[in-house]
């Protein structure tokens, strides 16, 4: 049962134009989540993060977008870079437990 | 270092043999978690340590593996038997608190292959 789903498994941009990658959750329960990035033979990284009673959270060129009704998330990346491309993961904190559910990731590729 | 540290980077079992993998959390991190990601897919949690609290390991795949945390810093997850389906990237994280409330941190992670 995917609880925290990406259905987009890859996604190609130009320089400098905007990335948009989506994420769709099931449980209504969740109230909060995150966006990691992974590097190949890296561990996935922190991005940024938002609580369900906000509907935007932003930090710098990353801005994430909550719909609550919808149960859909987005992060938008604005300007994008090559140094952006990589495989992005949704994710949200179990309720009732503490660990982390995620999506199976989005390749971004940013063109030169 | 100031990172999680996982060892070994690199592992190539024969199918049937026991592996141990080993996590260093950041120093001062209660919570230790293992993930797994597969070829494919996303990360699949396998188990939680939080401070002297009994794991979370509902996300074991089998009998077969085992977690252990000892002194509160250093993780080894066993896995025993392995068998081709085990190949994945075994990600160890930590993190001060609870997830989403403190960022949690994962090393670079362990990449199995069962032959």
């Known amino acids: 049962d995917q609880q925290v789903k990406q259905n987009s498994p890859s996604l190609s941009v130009q320089e400098g134009r905007i990335s948009i990658l989506n994420c769709d959750y099931t449980?209504?329960?969740?109230?909060?989540f995150l966006w990691y990035k992974k590097y190949p033979a890296e561990g996935p990284t922190f991005l940024i993060s938002?609580?369900?009673?906000?509907d935007k959270n932003e930090d710098g060129r990353f801005t994430v977008f909550l719909n609550k009704s919808a149960k859909h998330l987005s992060l938008h990346i604005v300007p994008s870079q090559p140094g952006d491309s990589a495989v992005y993961f949704c994710a949200a904190p179990q309720g009732g437990s503490e660990k982390l559910v995620f999506g199976k990731g989005t390749k971004l590729t940013v063109n030169p | 270092g100031a990172g999680v540290s996982q060892s070994p980077s690199n592992k190539v079992t024969e199918k049937g043999k026991d592996v141990e993998l080993r996590c260093d959390p950041i120093?001062?991190?209660?919570?230790l978690y293992w993930y797994r990601q597969s070829l494919g897919q996303g990360l699949e949690f396998l188990i939680y340590?939080?401070?002297?609290?009994?794991?979370?390991k509902s996300g074991l795949p089998s009998d077969r593996f085992s977690a252990e945390r000892t002194g509160g810093s250093v993780s080894t997850l066993t896995i025993q038997r392995t068998q081709q389906e085990d190949s994945a990237v075994y990600l160890c994280a930590s993190s001060l608190a609870r997830p989403g409330r403190s960022t949690i941190y994962f090393g670079e992670g362990s990449w199995l292959t069962v032959v």
């Open positions: 938002i609580s369900s009673i906000k």
């Open positions: 340590f939080q401070g002297n609290s009994a794991p979370d």
């Open positions: 449980n209504s329960m969740f109230d909060y």
């Open positions: 120093s001062g991190h209660t919570a």
